[in-house]
Nanobody, 116 residues
């Protein structure tokens, strides 16, 4: 199993970024997927989740209305569209696979920095 995030970077408040997570080594379309982040000096926090078909999505309250999770099962890729970014969104963003007892595989993360 391999999960590789990309798309992070530095952006000003109010800006946008699109994160991608390329999945391999497993049947991507059979698993729920998550985005999780870790802000500087803080613990891991679940950001968003999507079901196997992409039709059901879930968000933590702090990103509702600003972030959109999606997936392309034909391309084995998970996405996170991040709009209206705020300084408090600054974090290392990971994609993770949902196992039978929590998240069982993680990528190495991509850094998002929101600063003026």
């Amino acid at each position: 199993v391999q999960l590789v995030e990309s798309g992070g970077g530095s952006v000003q408040p109010g800006g946008s970024l699109r994160l991608s997570c390329a999945a391999s080594g497993f049947t991507f379309s059979s698993y729920w997927m998550y985005w999780v982040h870790q802000a500087p000096g803080k613990g891991l926090e679940w950001v968003s989740a999507v079901n196997t078909g992409g039709g059901s999505t879930y968000y933590t309250d702090s990103v509702k209305g600003r972030f959109t999770i999606s997936r392309d099962n034909a391309k084995n890729t998970l996405y996170l569209q991040m709009n209206s970014l705020k300084p408090e969104d600054t974090a290392l963003y990971y994609c993770a696979r949902a196992g039978t007892d929590g998240m069982d595989y993680w990528g190495k993360g991509t850094l998002v920095t929101v600063s003026s």
